[in-house]
């Protein structure tokens, strides 16, 4: 359920061009691909790959990466509970515009938390949020490492990181699971693909 906005006396605005008619145009349905798992599990690569993939097509894509998304939107926020929940919050309603925009979205979050990840799913239409879970094993997470942030983790540099110091809440009915330390990239891309075509988000 949407929570009621804090501001009183405003209505929304009905537009003329309407969801359906921009879907018509781009040829697709709008929705969002929700990327979740720990830090180097793969979220930001594997939803650029999939947007190139979807974008050479000729489809409307756009990622929306957690570091990108931090530098401006939520430029305010940092790693505290309320703020991850705040960061996720503001990421689904900026989504969610988009896919009223008839946009593919792809998103690249931690999204450490089940409760706030189903508060995005709730604020959209049925079916227009696909949760996808990187259920890649800490250790293999770990010892990746793009960023070098689990040794500064583990060093008790960066206090509550997620998988270390902070929980990760694994999603109990994503509707695509992988584990990128078992499948290619290519693997990768093509499951989720063809979970687009199977549920006709996208034409086959």
Known sequence: MTEAPKSKHIVWHHGAITKEIREERNGHKGFTLWFTGLSGSGKSTLSHAVQQKLFDQGLQTYVLDGDNVRHGLNSNLGFSPEDRTENIRRAGEVAKLFNDAGVIVLTAFISPYQEDRDRVRNIMDPGEFIEIFLDTPLEVCEDRDPKGLYKKARAGVIPEFTG?????????????????????????????????????????
């Open 164 to 204: 270390i110091s902070a929980p990760y809440e694994a999603p109990a009915s994503a509707e695509i699971r992988l584990n990128t330390g078992d499948l290619s990239q290519d693997e990768c891309v093509q499951a989720i693909v063809d979970y687009l075509k199977e549920g006709q988000y996208i034409q086959r």
